[in-house]
């Protein structure tokens, strides 16, 4: 069993700057593939960014530049660095976990096994 606690988020003001938090349970945190999605009230869940073992990254397209992810394995937490935001980032943020063995698609949720409350990310023009 695996608990994933999101923390970070807020209002903020376009052009502005959160990271994002979330510090999973589990000792073998360093072995699971991670990510982040989002969801915007009327809109499906979409990726953001996922994070892979050995700390090979992948982004949606359009977040590219804007939004970094990274992990800390000694911390069990991976983060989500978001720069220069914009009003239509304004969604609940997701973390997920993959503890799977079979990593096909890291940005579809369906690969994911675990995932935080959510943590509300709002941002003003």
């Known amino acids: 069993q695996v608990q994933l606690v999101e923390s970070g988020g807020g209002l903020v003001q376009a052009g502005g700057s959160l990271r994002l938090s979330c510090a999973a349970s589990?000792?073998?945190?360093?072995?699971?593939?991670m990510g982040w999605f989002r969801q915007a009230p009327g809109k499906e869940r979409e990726f953001v960014a996922a994070?892979?073992?050995?700390?090979?990254?992948y982004y949606a397209d359009s977040l590219k530049g804007r939004f970094t992810i990274s992990r800390d394995n000694a911390k069990n937490t991976v983060y989500l660095q978001m720069n220069s935001l914009k009003p239509e980032d304004t969604a609940v943020y997701y973390c997920?976990?993959?503890?799977?063995?079979?990593?096909?698609?890291?940005?579809?949720?369906?690969?994911?096994?675990?995932w935080g409350q959510g943590t509300q990310v709002t941002v003003s023009s």
């Open positions: 994070i892979r073992i050995l700390g090979g990254t």
């Open positions: 589990g000792r073998t945190f360093s072995a699971y593939y």
């Open positions: 997920a976990a993959d503890t799977s063995r079979l990593h096909i698609n890291q940005a579809s949720a369906y690969q994911y096994d675990y």
